[in-house]
């Protein structure tokens, strides 16, 4: 995981510090993934997951078209059998290819338990995902659920499509919205 802001002025595509927090993540997750298949023991392979988003505003006031008030959580899922100390010598492995890289210094191997949800599969450009939700919230209101995404509460993305690759229109990425029983 890695934490961050999008810059004033900026959005996710275009902030730098976005960009870096993502390029730390994939590395330290491509070194982690190459040096456990590589061990002596206990050695496995698996493939690195799709990255995951969680959003939030800083002032609580939520507008698709105001992208730089936004936080954001970036993740890869890891499997359970990695440990801290495959972590820290994946992290000092990395260091030493990249250098004195800030961003990668602010990865961290946490857990993350999200709980009960809602999702939905969201095809098209990030710009219509409102569209998605009120869906998703309206079968929240059928099953009488209350999303517990809100001032306080984090957006849930996992982007199975690469926007650098990927036709906006074809984008395919998962919404999932902490709930509770009404």
Same mark, same amino acid.
């Given at each position: 995981?890695?934490?961050?802001?999008?810059?004033?002025?900026?959005?996710?595509?275009?902030? #730098?510090?976005?960009?870096?927090?993502?390029?730390?993540? @994939?590395?330290?997750?491509?070194?982690?993934?190459?040096?456990?298949?590589?061990?002596?023991?206990?050695?496995?392979? @698996?493939?690195?997951? #799709?990255?995951?988003?969680?959003?939030?505003?800083?002032?609580?006031?939520?507008?698709? &078209?105001?992208?730089?008030?936004?936080?954001? &959580? !970036?993740?890869?899922?890891?499997?359970?059998?990695?440990?801290?100390?495959?972590?820290?010598?994946?992290?000092?492995?990395?260091?030493?290819?990249?250098?004195?890289?800030?961003?990668?210094?602010?990865?961290?191997?946490?857990?993350?338990?999200?709980? !009960?949800?809602?999702?939905?599969?969201?095809?098209?450009?990030?710009?219509?995902?409102?569209?998605?939700?009120?869906?998703?919230?309206?079968?929240?209101?059928?099953?009488?659920?209350?999303?517990?995404?809100?001032?306080?509460?984090?957006?849930?993305?996992? @982007?199975?499509?690469?926007?650098?690759?990927?036709? #906006?229109?074809?984008?395919?990425?998962?919404?999932?919205?902490?709930?509770?029983?009404?």
């Amino acid at each position: 995981m890695i934490d961050g802001a999008i810059e004033k002025g900026s959005e996710p595509g275009k902030s #730098p510090g976005f960009a870096a927090a993502t390029q730390a993540l @994939y590395s330290l997750a491509y070194t982690l993934k190459f040096m456990i298949k590589k061990r002596k023991t206990n050695a496995f392979d @698996y493939p690195v997951m #799709p990255l995951e988003g969680l959003w939030s505003v800083t002032d609580g006031k939520f507008d698709i &078209t105001i992208k730089d008030n936004w936080d954001y &959580t !970036l993740m890869i899922l890891t499997p359970d059998e990695v440990k801290q100390a495959d972590f820290r010598n994946a992290a000092k492995l990395a260091s030493e290819k990249k250098g004195d890289d800030l961003p990668l210094q602010k990865v961290r191997l946490a857990k993350f338990k999200e709980g !009960l949800c809602v999702q939905a599969t969201h095809l098209g450009p990030y710009a219509t995902e409102p569209q998605t939700i009120e869906r998703m919230q309206k079968f929240m209101t059928e099953k009488g659920l209350v999303d517990n995404v809100g001032p306080n509460g984090k957006h849930h993305e996992i @982007y199975l499509s690469d926007p650098r690759r990927t036709a #906006p229109a074809k984008l395919k990425t998962l919404l999932r919205h902490p709930v509770k029983r009404a």
